[in-house]
C-alpha cells in the first residue's frame, strides 16, 4: 500500500517506533530509522527490517534534542531515500517526580525531546511535502496529551503540547495534501513503561506483578497493555487512502482510561 513511499520515524530503535517501523515496511515504505542505543543492535534492526520487508532502510543517529541533528536527519532522508513522504514524530523520554523536586534539566529534556523535537522535524520536511504536494504527520502523543497524572509535569505539559501542535499543522496544510494527526495510547509496554514499574516495585516495596496490577488498574479499565503493533497500525491507516480526509484528529487508543 505505501510501495515507494519513504518516512522517518523518530525513537524507532526501541518500542513503539519499532514497532511502526515494521509496521510501515511491511506496507513497502522505505524508512529511515533514529535512536540510540548499541550499533550492533542498530545495526542488527537496519538489516532485519530490509530482510523481512524488502526495503531500503537507512539510519540516523541524531539526537531529537538537538534542533541542527534533527534537520540534518530530514536532510539525510530527502537525499539517500529521495525524499520524506511520511513523518513519524514518536521518540519519547519519561520522568516521575513532584513539581517541587523536578530537575529542571529534566524538564528541558522532556520538552525539547517530547516536543520541540516535533516543531524542528516538522518545520523541516514541510517544504518538500509541499513541494511534492503530499505528506503525512503522525505525531505519538499520549493519553497523557488530554488528561494528567501526578508526578509527570514535564511528560504531560509536552503531550499536551503535540496535541495542540498537530492541530496547528493540520489546519496551515490541509490545501496541500499533508494531513496531521495524533495517537494518544494508553499504556503500552515498552522499556519506557518496564522502568515506571520497576520503579514503583521498589518504592512501594511490592512485586513487580502487583506494581503492574496497580498501574493498569488506576488508568486503564480493559487491564491490558497496547501492542506497539496496535499503534503501528493505527499510523498505516494514517497514511492510507481512506484516512485521506483525516488531518488535526487526535485519536485516543486507551483501553477505556480517556472514556473516565
Ligand atoms: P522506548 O523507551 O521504548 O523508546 C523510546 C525511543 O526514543 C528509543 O528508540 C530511544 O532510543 C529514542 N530516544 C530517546 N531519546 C532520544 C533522543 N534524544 N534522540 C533520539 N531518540 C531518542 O519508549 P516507548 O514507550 O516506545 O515510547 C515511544 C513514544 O510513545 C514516546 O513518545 C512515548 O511518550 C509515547 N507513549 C508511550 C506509552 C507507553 O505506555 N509506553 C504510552 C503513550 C505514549
Not at 71 to 79: G, N, T, W, Y
Request: glycine share 10%.
Amino acid at each position: 500500500m505505501l510501495k515507494g513511499k519513504n518516512a522517518i520515524v523518530t525513537g524507532s530503535t526501541s518500542g513503539i517506533g519499532l514497532a511502526i517501523a515494521h509496521c510501515l515496511a511491511a506496507q513497502g515504505c522505505n524508512l529511515l530509522i533514529n535512536g540510540f542505543g548499541e550499533k550492533a543492535a542498530i545495526d542488527k534492526e537496519v538489516a532485519g527490517l530490509k530482510q523481512k520487508h524488502g526495503v531500503n532502510v537507512d539510519y540516523s543517529p541524531a539526537d531529537m534534542s538537538k534542533p541542527a541533528d534533527i534537520e540534518v536527519m530530514v536532510a539525510q532522508c530527502e537525499k539517500t531515500l529521495g525524499s520524506c513522504d511520511i513523518l513519524v514524530n514518536n521518540a519519547g523520554i519519561q520522568f516521575t517526580a513532584p513539581i517541587e523536586n523536578f530537575p529542571t534539566e529534566k524538564w528541558d529534556a522532556i520538552i525539547a525531546i517530547n516536543l520541540s523535537s516535533a516543531f524542528h522535524s516538522i518545520k523541516a520536511a514541510i517544504p518538500g511535502m509541499k513541494k511534492r504536494g503530499y505528506g503525512r504527520i503522525v505525531n505519538i502523543a499520549s493519553a497523557h496529551g488530554l488528561v494528567a497524572s501526578k508526578e509527570k509535569a514535564a511528560y504531560v505539559a509536552a503531550k499536551h503540547g503535540v496535541v495542540g501542535l498537530t492541530k496547528v499543522v493540520a489546519l496551515e496544510n490541509a490545501p496541500s495534501n499533508i494531513t496531521c494527526n495524533a495517537i494518544c495510547p494508553g499504556w503500552v509496554y515498552t522499556p519506557l513503561v518496564q522502568k515506571q514499574i520497576e520503579d514503583r516495585a521498589k518504592n512501594e516495596n511490592i512485586s513487580v506483578k502487583e506494581a503492574t496490577d496497580k498501574l493498569l488498574g488506576e488508568k486503564q479499565p480493559n487491564m491490558k497493555f497496547n501492542k506497539p503493533e496496535n499503534i503501528g497500525g493505527m499510523v498505516v491507516f494514517l497514511c492510507s487512502d481512506d484516512a485521506d480526509a483525516m488531518t488535526g484528529e487526535i485519536l485516543t487508543m486507551s483501553g477505556g482510561w480517556l472514556a473516565q
